[in-house]
């Protein structure tokens, strides 16, 4: 009797279609006519030729594509070759690499041919900090030149301050819009700057944008709140969900029942307890990466797997991953132009398959696109007054005091209210800002300065009198 042959043709296409590979059971149901000793030698000489892949051990083993070197890791070059202000169609998808088409197929198909699945557990185990990286160090290299901002060696979250008035429009906006949410940015504008409410609106709407603005500047207005604890992601939370949950109960609180997902056949962990431990494994080993950007992309990839409150989680994730950039004055990622639909594959990919390619696809276009939104933002800055900002709280403290206690504005009056901090060498330039601020100042700052305006007319007048002849 004649065995059948078993050609590299025949199971190296069948393997590569499928994103989660095949495992030898899978194998030996698409070849019966095979001994499964035979199979297993042909699949251990195609490992050998590095036609295929050997992931795993034992029964769970599965054979894979190979990656081709050159697409291993998404390229920001055409990013940059587009022009800031460039119009994007919201409903054309990300540029994708080979994996990413191949999870894009996967969970474009009915339901019915996707096999169900639960939270794996050994997804997030697999993953080792500043080890394990789902962001190549290449790609990393390229994401931060992109992101540097003019203010990289100034305190934490300077940028994040001095950018704030367009980040709390684009990422509430952006965000939002990802949840379906139809403000346009116009009217998101207008609610944030104005409190005007876009005629048509439902209230759900309008909330979910208010709650995006109280949860930024939640973050911004504090640095030390920027922080990757399980105590910041659950206010988040509460900020995001104020009003918007079925239960007010689980505003700001992790989740206590089982849920599911629409559209997708994955099940997250129903286990209250086990969501709690979970939890807050996956904010200790996020604090752990050094890199922001793998950082940024991990809390992405793992609080939405997670599912750790009953509903607003993707919209916790995004500002998130926020955090590492605030910290690092980096570029924030504000998902402007982020087509929904590659967003929501991307997140399927990682329900359903554990792979992470196409998600890692839409998170290098949306930084990329991000970058570019605030390059005029960037170039309408300046550079900033790095002086200042090192003694911005001395500063304030010193015209402060001067004002109330109706000091001229003189070097000896200033140089009596020297600062211990200010260090000796800096001295000099310090009294210099101290008398710029106070023939700068009007009442219109005295809010800034802790101050009443009555206090600043005072010492107006009298600064006035005492400069008469």
């Known amino acids: 009797m004649n065995m059948p042959i078993l050609a590299s043709t025949d199971v190296v296409p069948l393997i590569a279609q499928s994103p989660l590979g095949l495992g030898m059971d899978a194998l030996c149901e698409a070849f ?99 080890v394990t990286a789902y962001l190549p160090p290449e790609l990393r290299a390229q994401l931060h ?78 640095p030390e709140r920027a922080s990757l604890t399980p105590e910041t992601v659950i206010a988040l939370h509460a900020f995001l969900s104020n009003g918007l949950m079925a239960d007010p109960m689980a505003e700001g609180r992790l989740r206590q029942r089982a849920v599911g997902i629409g559209g997708s056949v994955y099940l997250p962990l129903a286990s209250p307890q086990g969501i ?21 992309f991990f809390l992405m990839v793992h609080l939405p797997y997670l599912q750790p409150f009953e509903d607003v989680n993707k919209r916790v994730s995004r500002l998130a991953a926020n955090i590492p950039f605030i910290r690092h004055n980096l570029c924030p990622l504000s998902f402007i132009d982020v087509p929904q639909q590659a967003y929501v594959d991307g997140m399927l990919g990682v329900y359903e398959l554990n792979q992470v390619e196409l998600l890692r696809d839409v998170f290098v276009w949306a930084y990329g ?12 800055m300046g550079k900033p007054d790095v ?29 009596r209210r020297m600062p211990l901090e200010v260090a000796q060498a800096d001295r000099a330039g310090f009294i210099a800002l101290v008398l710029a601020e106070l023939k700068a100042l009007h009442p219109g700052k005295a809010v800034r300065l802790g101050l009443r305006p009555l206090e600043v007319e005072a010492w107006l007048r009298s600064s006035r009198i005492a400069a008469e002849p």
């Not at 090192?390 to 140089?415: F, K």
């Open 145 to 222: 030149t992109l992101g540097q901002s003019p203010a990289a060696q100034t305190p934490a979250g300077t940028f994040a301050k001095d950018i704030l008035n367009r980040l709390l429009i684009d990422l509430s906006w952006a965000s939002s819009r990802l949840e379906g949410n139809t403000y346009s940015r116009l009217d998101t504008e207008r609610l944030i700057a104005q409190g005007q409410v876009a005629e048509g609106k439902d209230a759900v709407e309008t909330q979910m944008i208010l709650n995006h603005k109280e949860a930024i500047e939640y973050l911004v207005h504090d």
């Open 387 to 415: 002086f200042r900002m090192r003694y911005r709280r001395e500063l304030g403290a010193v015209v402060a005091a001067m004002v109330r206690a109706m000091e001229p504005a003189t070097e000896e009056a200033a140089l």
């Open 32 to 130: 019966p006519l095979v001994p499964r000793r035979t199979l297993q030698r042909r699949m251990a000489a195609l490992v050998q030729s590095q036609h295929l892949v050997l992931e795993g051990k034992g029964r769970g083993a599965r054979y894979v594509a190979p990656v081709p070197k050159a697409e291993a890791a998404p390229h920001i070059a055409p990013l940059l070759a587009r022009e800031p202000g460039t119009d994007y169609p919201t409903d054309t998808y990300v540029p994708t690499s080979p994996l990413g088409e191949a999870i894009k197929a996967y969970v474009r198909q009915p339901r019915h041919l996707r096999k169900p699945v639960g939270y794996q557990q050994a997804f997030l185990e697999a993953y080792v900090p500043n």
């Open 369 to 380: 696109r991000s970058c570019q939104q605030y390059v005029a933002v960037q170039q309408n």
């Open 276 to 296: 709690q431990d979970i939890f807050g494994f996956v904010l200790e080993m996020a604090a752990e990466i050094a890199d922001p950007f793998e950082q940024a």
